[in-house]
């Protein structure tokens, strides 16, 4: 599988990225790319640069130096470029971010309609398909305040697919959840990264990272300090920071 | 206490009272709706990354708000003229009502903007959303129903605040009620009356305060 799929362009490209909050060096030379289909996770100890990684791919965060690329467009800080790079990028939240002030399905109609310009049936036909398929439909007509953690993650993802986007960045999206939530969160994205969906998610559920990764990567101090298979990763990490991060992580699990 | 009462001579009158409180009314309410535009357009300059946008409004607010509401509406009916402005009584009144309640509507306004976490406009962003609709769609509607109360507070005041325009002569009740009162020479009764319609018009407007928030923010919150 992973043969087939190097025969594409890569999805995504970062090279020598670069960003700075200030003096503070967040991300530190950052290359990666990843391709159609692929699933990565990226972990590391808070303040590591890896949110601030995903923000970067659909320009909720400016960069200093360095490219991206995403589905051939360069992200230039262009409102076209950025308009194109989004219309192909999902997000998922830590914090979901529903709209508090419309429903399930309004929440999931709104970008199709505002910025794919559907119509009001297409779009409400598309967000029942997707509320479907994270197993929620029957919660179209209520609000986000009504709902669990875990059913408003699930719209969450939901009103992301309803974009039809080719790639999905997820931002600790099990952070905020109680525990007994976090399943239906993951059983969610498995579903979709067994469907195929190019997927980056910054996690530190390292069940989900063995089941669904293509490739782990370790941050630390804003640089990518390891990245491999899971089977590798977990088995024979090849560096100390990432020796004592998996200790400290896997010791909680 | 050698005063007799006598409401006859106000009664007389009481259609006049009436004719004058839907003047008020009528000046309040384009008052609030012009505040209201004034405060959100406002809003949208104030909260911009660009100066330019950012500082009139800033003297705007800092001026309409540390100067009274009686300079203000002379300023608009006897300066301007000068200048080649000239408005009646009327859109002088809602001029100056729009804009006093429209400086203070900007930094109510601004509050529940800042209310909405930066996590909802990052939403927006992602999928795709560019920033008019993210502060018209996702934006404004929390941000209202966060400081309604507040908004709707400085709304009363400037209902109550018509009566200045007396100043001018605008079509209100307390013009009304400075005819009757030099016609009849019954002050207590007509300024009691005036009072009492006062008090009606207020409890009204906050009637009509609570519907509009019953129907437009009628989603739960946490």
Request: with cysteine; charged share 20%; hydrophobic share 45%.
């Amino acid at each position: 599988m992973l043969n087939s799929a190097k025969d594409h362009p890569p999805l995504i490209s970062l090279e020598d990225v670069q960003k700075w909050y200030g003096a503070f060096h967040a991300l530190k030379s950052i290359s990666l790319s990843v391709r159609k289909g692929e699933k990565i996770v990226l972990c590391g100890p808070s303040g590591s640069g890896k949110s601030t990684l995903i923000r970067c791919i659909n320009a909720l965060e400016t960069i200093e130096e360095g490219t991206i690329v995403v589905e051939g467009q360069v992200l230039d800080g262009s409102t076209k470029s950025i308009d194109a790079i989004r219309r192909e990028v999902g997000m998922v939240f830590q914090s979901f971010n529903l709209f508090p002030h419309m429903t399930v399905l309004q929440n999931c109609t709104l970008a199709p309609m505002r910025v794919r310009g559907a119509s009001r049936t297409d779009a409400e036909r598309l967000a029942r398909k997707y509320l479907e398929r994270v197993r929620i439909l029957d919660q179209a007509e209520k609000y986000p305040a009504q709902l669990s953690g875990g059913q408003q993650q699930r719209v969450a993802i939901a009103r992301a697919l309803c974009m039809e986007p080719k790639v999905m960045l997820f931002d600790e999206p099990t952070s905020a959840l109680d525990p007994e939530m976090v399943k239906e969160v993951l059983d969610t994205m498995i579903g979709l990264a067994r469907d195929g969906m190019t997927m980056i998610c910054v996690t530190h559920e390292m069940g989900f990272a063995r089941q669904v990764a293509d490739r782990v990567i370790f941050m630390a101090s804003g640089e990518i300090i390891e990245e491999a298979e899971p089977e590798v990763f977990f088995k024979s990490p090849k560096h100390e920071r990432t020796k004592t991060f998996l200790g400290e992580i896997l010791a909680h699990h | 206490m050698s005063y007799r009462f006598d409401f006859g001579a106000v009664l007389d009158r009481a259609p006049e009272l009436l004719w004058a409180s839907l003047g008020t009314l009528g000046l309040a309410l384009a008052g609030m709706l012009l505040a209201l535009v004034i405060g959100i357009l406002g809003v949208v300059a104030r909260t911009s990354k660009s100066e330019i946008a950012r500082t009139p409004v800033i003297v705007f607010v800092e001026v309409v708000r540390n100067t009274p509401f009686l300079v203000q509406i002379f300023f608009i009916y006897f300066a301007l003229p000068l200048m080649g402005i000239r408005l009646n009584p009327t859109v002088t009144a809602i001029m100056a009502l729009g804009i006093n309640g429209g400086a203070y509507a900007i930094e109510i306004i601004r509050g529940g903007v800042e209310s909405v976490s930066r996590g909802q406009i990052e939403a927006g962003f992602a999928l795709g959303l560019h920033k008019a609709d993210v502060f018209r769609l996702i934006v404004l509607k929390p941000a209202l129903r966060a400081i309604y109360p507040s908004l709707t507070s400085q709304f009363i005041m400037l209902t109550l605040t018509t009566s200045v325009c007396t100043s001018i002569a605008a079509y209100e009740l307390t013009s009304a009620a400075q005819r009757i009162e030099s016609d009849t020479f019954r002050s207590f009764e007509v300024y009691f009356m005036v009072t009492a319609i006062y008090l009606v018009i207020s409890t009204m407007m906050m009637g009509l305060f609570a519907l509009i928030s019953r129907h437009y923010f009628n989603y739960p919150t946490r």
